[in-house]
Nanobody, 114 residues
Framework: QVQLVESGGGLVQPGGSLRLSCAAS???????MNWFRQAPGKQRELVAH???????NYADSVKGRFTISRDKAKNTAYLQMNSLKPEDTAVYYC?????????WGQGTQVTVSS
C-alpha cells in the first residue's frame, strides 16, 4: 500500500514563507512529483512539477517564488514557498506518478492573511 503524507501547511502573513513536505511510504519508483493547489470555488491547478531526471516546471503565478525539490532516498518532495501572497491561499496536494500508479496526498491548508 502506497501512501503520501503531507505536512507543513498553516497560516502565514503576506510576504512570509512556508515549506511543504510530502513523504511516500512503500517501495516505489517515482517517475514524477507534482504539487497542485485548489482554492475555494476554483479548479485544482498544477503549481510545480519535477521530472524523474530533476528538471522542473512551474505555473507562471509562482515562478521565482516557489521551488520544488526532493530527497530521493526518502521518497519525499518539498515545496518551498516564499514571498507568499493572499492569492496563494488554497489546499495544496502532492501527487506522485510511480511504477505502481498515481497517488495523492491528503492535502494541507495554506492560508496567507494578515
Amino acid at each position: 500500500q502506497v501512501q503520501l503524507v503531507e505536512s507543513g501547511g498553516g497560516l502565514v502573513q503576506p510576504g512570509g514563507s512556508l515549506r511543504l513536505s510530502c513523504a511516500a511510504s512503500g517501495s516505489i519508483f517515482i517517475y514524477a512529483m507534482n504539487w497542485f493547489r485548489q482554492a475555494p470555488g476554483k479548479q485544482r491547478e498544477l503549481v510545480a512539477h519535477m521530472f524523474g531526471g530533476g528538471s522542473t516546471n512551474y505555473a507562471d503565478s509562482v515562478k521565482g517564488r516557489f521551488t520544488i525539490s526532493r530527497d530521493k532516498a526518502k521518497n519525499t518532495a518539498y515545496l518551498q514557498m516564499n514571498s507568499l501572497k493572499p492569492e496563494d491561499t488554497a489546499v495544496y496536494y502532492c501527487n506522485f506518478a510511480t511504477d505502481r500508479g498515481s497517488y495523492w496526498g491528503q492535502g494541507t491548508q495554506v492560508t496567507v492573511s494578515s
